[in-house]
């Protein structure tokens, strides 16, 4: 799966998931934050990411060091998971 | 008085999963001690489950997994024989005059602050929360020089803020208080210290007196979750759980990162006590977390009522048990190895 292809899929499971009214995958920026009011996903949606993340791409987050910087946006959310997936 | 010369201490950042422990970890290993954060953790017997229907936040019950705020400071400390002295104030002029005192003596200074007030927090993040803490390692015109273990790289911090910070109202006030190195051994002993830090959780976690501690607190809190929907009402019950849920959140672990924590802190002990029996208990140190994060799921969806027909208070209520009974003969293992 291609980096497009990867937030692509990252922006369905956010919309799909999560339940985002009137909101479609296209609306949501690579590099908007996440959190916040935009979206309106707070810290407990956060656990909902973290379990698609393994559940669709075999990634688990696990030390909050990481977990931190990698669901900031989309941005950081796709290159986390292409990085552990190429170690 | 305070002069507006620069000071810039030579202090060490490092990000770190948790903040009280991440600054442990680099207070210590600015005096030599290099002390990663999992054994500041582990050391300072970090781990901890506590369900306070009698201790309200946000008018709620708290819910803790760790230890009280300044307890792993204090215990690493101790275990280590550093000396470490702790200064709270009533006055504000009188707070900052002593952190500058300090700095000017080439002294990073450890304090408990208010989240909300810390304006380097982009504002989404900044909420009402006065267990957080950093280290102040200088000034530089006229804003502090911050060294926050949550953060990547160092901050600043107006020097309004951070007084605003050290004195952020509501519950579990921070009061003023700062911490800071007076003298560190010419030797320690980790081995002993890891021992006593693990010993410290296991008795903590077993034999507490009260029904609300350790594991007789996670079961305590399994028989509240299963009854709320009935006792409290949806709404309330939904409120309740989301504090369980949200106080202790961090980044999606739900609670269960201390879990993790400690399950690194025990994958390293394995090697400085030579001891693999400590590998087999990270594992499933690690799986307990795992399971902790399987009830923050369906707590999660029942917050935001996206829970599916087997996601219920019940379901909840039996993870938690099951969490309970894993903890139970982990810390029974624990202590057999250190005995």
């Not at chain 2, 803020?161 to 003298?183: E, H, Q």
């Not at chain 2, 996601?311 to 969490?323: G, N």
Request: net charge positive.
């Amino acid at each position: 799966m291609n980096t497009t292809n990867l937030k692509e899929r990252l922006k369905e499971i956010l919309v799909s998931e999560l339940d985002l009214i009137d909101i479609e995958p296209s609306d949501i920026a690579d590099d908007e934050p996440l959190f916040g009011e935009k979206y309106g996903l707070d810290s407990v949606d956060a656990i909902e990411i973290v379990y698609q993340v393994k559940e669709n791409f075999g990634v688990v987050i696990r030390d909050m060091k990481e977990g931190r910087p990698a669901l900031q946006s989309i941005n950081s959310l796709a290159a986390f998971i292409e990085k552990r997936r190429a170690a | 008085m305070r002069t507006d010369t620069d000071i810039r201490i030579p202090f060490r950042h490092r990000q770190a999963a948790h903040c009280e422990s991440g600054v442990a970890s680099n207070l210590l290993s600015h005096y030599g001690l290099a002390l990663s954060e999992p054994l500041a953790f582990g050391i300072g017997g970090g781990l901890f489950f506590g369900y306070f229907p009698f201790i309200r936040l946000n008018n709620l019950p708290l819910t803790t997994f760790r230890a009280g705020n300044g307890r792993i400071i204090d215990r690493v400390a101790g275990r280590l024989n550093v000396k470490i002295k702790w200064e709270k104030f009533r006055d504000r002029q009188n707070a900052m005059a002593a952190l500058d005192r300090k700095l000017e003596q080439q002294t990073p200074v450890g304090c408990r602050t208010g989240a909300y007030w810390l304006t380097y927090f982009p504002r989404r993040y900044r909420f009402h929360f006065n267990m957080h803490n950093l280290v102040a390692y200088g000034r530089s015109n006229g804003d502090y020089l911050i060294s926050d273990p949550v953060f990547p790289e160092p901050v600043t911090c107006p020097e309004k803020d951070l007084r605003k910070a050290r004195f952020a109202r509501g519950p579990l006030p921070p009061k003023g208080k700062m911490y800071y190195v007076t003298s560190i051994p010419a030797k320690i002993d980790l081995r002993g210290s890891i021992v006593k830090g693990i010993r410290a959780v296991c008795n903590a976690m077993t034999r507490a007196p009260v029904r609300f501690i350790g594991v007789k607190g996670i079961r305590y809190l399994a028989d509240k979750v299963e009854r709320w929907p009935q006792k409290l009402g949806e709404e309330k019950a939904a409120l309740n759980l989301g504090q369980v849920i949200r106080m202790q959140e961090e980044i999606g672990t739900g609670g269960a990162g201390f879990r993790f924590l400690y399950a690194a802190f025990l994958q390293e002990s394995a090697s400085i006590l030579d001891e693999k029996r400590l590998l087999d208990l990270s594992q499933r140190m690690t799986t307990i977390g795992d399971r902790w994060r399987d009830f923050a799921l369906i707590g999660s969806r029942i917050c935001k009522s996206r829970a599916s027909q087997m996601e219920t208070y019940p379901s909840m209520a039996a993870i938690l048990r099951d969490c309970a009974a894993q903890e139970e003969h982990v810390y029974k293992e624990l202590r057999a190895v250190v005995s």
